[in-house]
């Protein structure tokens, strides 16, 4: 009996498969012809990634203020300085992709994320100088996606690359770190133009809103 | 003017979205000069108020009778306990942690000529973070100072410490001292409440830096009930020292109303007193 259900329900799945191969191959037009293949985009995301890579986070800072610097000679003999607002480009991310198979694109992001802050002389309230950071991360991607309609395009991404982090706080330097940004959700609305929205974590933020642009792709007949 | 509000509403979130931290709080001119002045003036006040308070409750319990010595302790040792030891020091016991020695050579503070001994000990209940860091480093010699009736109404407080050669200091190897003379009409027992009058000199140890004082007009200290400092007049100047650094040179006027006047640099600010 066992035999005859396993037999089947084989026999069913079969039929199924072979049926929806058919259906697809002979009325239903290939993803390459629905589809965009190549996409241009922009984000903007929140910076708190690249101030942590950075020592600019500062509820995190090591160089954060010291509940005893009032009793602590130290201090007195440094500079008689303030630090102004710290202003951040937020993370700058600008990309392209390339879809391989309905589901698999390669691709990759250039990203700039800066923070500038004043600092004054305290006895004048004169700029003494600025102090600044720099990071540029390029990151190649591949992006999963996993639905594919020409308006709704749902996806993650994985991607590894480097920074070049560039300050001048104290002392300038220059130094090159690893960079990865992972995507978990990430949703694009539109045709050919698109708003997009991404949640993930990374040198190019946490939360990333977003354009772009798809092109030389094939509209359905 | 829609589209201009428009415009400059996009322009204010925009800018405003890219503060990442609003800086340093601190920025009046003369900040480093009362962080300066606050540090004279907690060892200052945590001497007056420790130590020497402590000898002058005792002093008070000792010049009382029976009964006026059961309401000092209820007043002022009263989660305390005075004992003699076997050489005639006065030890006080907060609960089994011995708080204060004090050898006072059988005399009264009020005796012209008197000289006591005052040893305080490190207790982790008794004082707060800030008051152990105080003890601990600056301006004490393990917690010893010296007490003497110089004159009717007139005390002098004084301590010494000598510097370790190895110690990165200004002075090292050498000893660093300081002193303050309190002047009042009546032998005092609640010093923040009592009138006074302050005067001295010297140096207060920290660490690797140094802090020179000198008074250089009396500080008044008014009689009040609020149990706080109220320094109502009086001047000091103080020199901050480190090695292979440049002097700071610091005023500091007390103006009454709880304020100080912070001359650094040539400005001058007022400030509350805290």
């Known amino acids: 009996m066992k035999r005859t259900i396993t037999f089947f329900l084989l026999l069913s799945l079969l039929a199924t498969t072979g049926w ?96 500038y802050k004043p600092v004054y002389d305290r006895p004048t309230g004169v700029r003494d100088h600025y102090e600044y950071t720099h990071l540029f ?73 977003g354009f772009g642009y798809r092109f030389n792709g094939h509209k359905n007949n | ?62 010049s009382a009778d029976s009964l006026g010595r059961i309401e000092i302790e209820d007043k002022y040792f009263s989660n305390q306990r005075i004992r003699v030891d076997e050489n005639g020091n006065y030890l006080i016991y907060k609960g089994d942690v011995l708080r204060t020695s004090i050898n006072t050579h059988q005399t009264l503070l009020s005796d012209n000529g008197s000289a006591w001994e005052v040893l305080s000990y490190d207790d982790d209940d008794s004082y707060d973070d800030d008051d152990d860091q105080l003890m601990n480093k600056y301006g004490f010699n393990d917690g010893r100072l010296n007490v003497r009736c110089v004159g009717a109404g007139c005390w002098e407080i004084a301590s010494d410490l000598f510097i370790s050669p190895e110690e990165s200091s200004p002075m090292a190897g050498d000893t660093v001292s300081w002193n303050l003379r309190l002047t009042a009409a009546t032998t005092p027992v609640k010093l923040s409440e009592s009138a006074y009058q302050l005067e001295g000199a010297g140096i207060y140890y920290l660490g690797y830096a140094l802090l020179n004082y000198q008074i250089d007009t009396p500080i008044q200290q008014a009689a009040n009930q609020r149990g706080a400092i109220d320094w109502t007049g009086g001047k000091v100047s103080l020199t901050a020292r480190m090695e292979n650094r440049e002097d700071i040179q610091v005023g500091a006027e007390y103006i009454g109303n709880g304020q100080v006047r912070i001359d650094y640099k040539g400005i001058k600010e007022d400030w509350d007193l805290e």
Not at chain 1, 144 to 168: A, H, L, M, Q, R
Request: overall charge neutral; some cysteine; charged content about 15%.
């Open chain 2, 1 to 62: 003017m829609k589209k201009y509000i428009f415009i400059f509403c996009i322009l204010s979130v925009f800018f405003t979205s890219c503060i990442w931290e609003r800086g340093d709080k601190d920025r009046r001119p003369t900040q480093r000069g009362k962080e300066i002045h606050e540090c004279w003036f907690a060892i200052t006040d945590f001497v007056l108020n420790s130590s020497v308070q402590t000898a002058f409750y005792l002093n008070a319990w000792l």
């Open chain 1, 20 to 115: 929806a191969q058919s259906d697809e191959s002979q009325s239903e037009p290939s993803w390459k012809q629905q589809l965009h293949r190549h996409e241009a985009h922009f984000t903007i995301g929140d910076p708190i990634i690249a101030a942590a890579t950075t020592d600019n986070l500062w509820f995190f800072t090591l160089t954060s203020h010291d509940p005893w610097s009032e009793y602590h000679p130290w201090w007195w003999f440094e500079p008689d300085q303030y630090d102004g607002i710290t202003w951040s480009s937020f993370a700058l991310n600008a990309g392209y992709s390339y879809r391989v198979a309905k589901w698999f694109w390669v691709g990759g992001n250039v990203s700039y994320c800066g923070f």
């Open chain 1, 137 to 209: 991360s390029v990151i190649p991607q591949v992006r999963f996606s996993w639905v594919n309609k020409p308006i709704v395009t749902c996806y993650s991404e994985i991607g590894v690359g480097f920074s070049v982090v560039d300050f001048n706080r104290n002392t300038k330097s220059t130094f090159v770190q690893f960079a990865g940004q992972l995507t978990f959700v990430g949703v694009q609305v539109g045709y050919k133009w698109y708003g997009s929205a991404e949640l993930g974590v990374g040198p190019m933020g946490l939360f990333r809103l």
